[in-house]
């Protein structure tokens, strides 16, 4: 029987969010071939776990005294290590050279993973774009990548850096697909907190911003999970470090919270499949979220969470609360949303790419 892409988002869920049933993975990950395990080793990279899941692994093999499969899993251990080793270090200097030349930062997403990384580096400042730009081009001696309509509503800005094989992406201002959210953006930078890294340290937001970041990519952009997505989440929850009183006035600035519940309750239900026991949050998260794990598929490299009709909802949601209170800028970016997203799917039907439009 062929093995499937949900077969190897198994594996590496188990291993990411199930170490106690890594001996579950191992024989799955000992019975493909060569080919089977670059692909396994791709989707790791796609969900950003090969850290985390790979780790594991190798040390479930070398207890089980399968010797190929420990060094297959330590050589890809060690080409990470490289490569996150050489982006942080990149990163400190980027987020050192705004702060002191007057644009207040913090690392979106790309530290959430740690010990992964992102395929690239997303930041947040609340600097002018012309400020953000400029510090870029003249400190950092970066190229400016070439801009889509949604990077122009959204204010985001993409930069090459020399010697950085990760591209740095930049969201001045303002947060969403279209931009539309000010104030929920300007906590990023209020309400940030300080982590050390491999001897940096690095500006990140609070947690209840963590979760609003994720959920804004997750169920307003994307419609779609990683397995990092789950892990990180799920470690905030049983951490304790999620204060859910703030996360809700948050989510409420911008017309999200169900959104937020949505998110939790996905993270929840998925993390239930794989351990047996889901997420204790507050009961109005579960109650108020529009759908959970039980709708969500593997499907095309990641974890799918349909549009229609829960994505749809949401963002009617969305809208109603921005024009009730009379925030026109966000209602009219808002009400781009659906046309640009028409024009996306027709490029990408004609050509197999929505390039130049998300």
């Not at 190929?68 to 890809?76: G, N």
């Not at 740095?168 to 982590?195: D, F, I, N, P, S």
């Amino acid at each position: 029987m062929p093995v499937s892409e949900k077969d190897h988002i198994r594996a590496l869920s188990l291993l990411a969010l199930a170490p106690e049933r890594a001996n579950e993975a191992l024989e799955f990950v000992s019975a493909l071939d060569e080919s089977g395990r670059e692909k396994l080793l791709a989707l790791a990279h796609s969900h950003h776990v090969v850290m985390r899941a790979l780790s594991v692994l190798h040390e479930t093999a070398k207890a089980s005294g399968d010797e190929r499969i420990a060094y297959w899993s330590l050589r890809a251990i060690e080409r990470e290590t490289t490569r996150i080793g050489t982006a942080v270090s990149y990163l400190a200097d980027i987020c050192q050279q705004l702060e002191s030349n007057g644009c207040p930062v913090v690392v979106m997403k790309s530290l959430d993973h740690w010990p992964d990384l992102g395929n690239d580096l997303d930041l947040y400042s609340t600097a002018s774009e012309s400020k953000v730009v400029e510090v870029f081009t003249t400190k950092l001696r970066a190229e400016v990548e070439p801009r889509s309509w949604g990077d122009r509503l959204a204010q985001k800005w993409n930069f090459k850096i020399p010697g950085l094989r990760e591209s740095v992406e930049v969201h001045v201002q303002r947060l969403g697909q279209t931009g539309e959210h000010t104030a929920m953006a300007q906590r990023l930078v209020a309400r940030r907190q300080h982590r050390e890294l491999m001897g940096q340290n690095f500006p990140v937001p609070a947690p209840e911003e963590r979760v609003i970041t994720g959920t804004l990519q997750r169920m307003y952009r994307h419609f779609y999970f990683r397995i990092c997505d789950i892990a990180n989440t799920a470690a905030m929850v049983e951490n304790n470090l999620i204060d859910y009183k703030e996360l809700e006035k948050a989510a409420n600035l911008g017309g999200i919270w169900p959104g937020v519940c949505t998110y939790l309750n996905i993270v929840s239900d998925y993390v239930a499949e794989y351990r047996g026991d889901g997420l204790s949050m507050p009961a109005n998260i579960f109650e108020t979220a529009v759908c959970g794990g039980d709708e969500v598929h593997a499907k095309n490299l990641f974890l799918r969470v349909p549009i229609m009709p829960h994505g749809a909802a949401l963002y009617t949601r969305e809208v109603k609360t921005a024009a009730l209170r009379g925030d026109l800028g966000a209602t009219f970016r808002l009400s781009l949303l659906p046309p640009l997203a028409s024009v996306a799917a027709l490029a990408f039907k004609m050509t197999g790419s929505d390039k130049g439009i998300w």
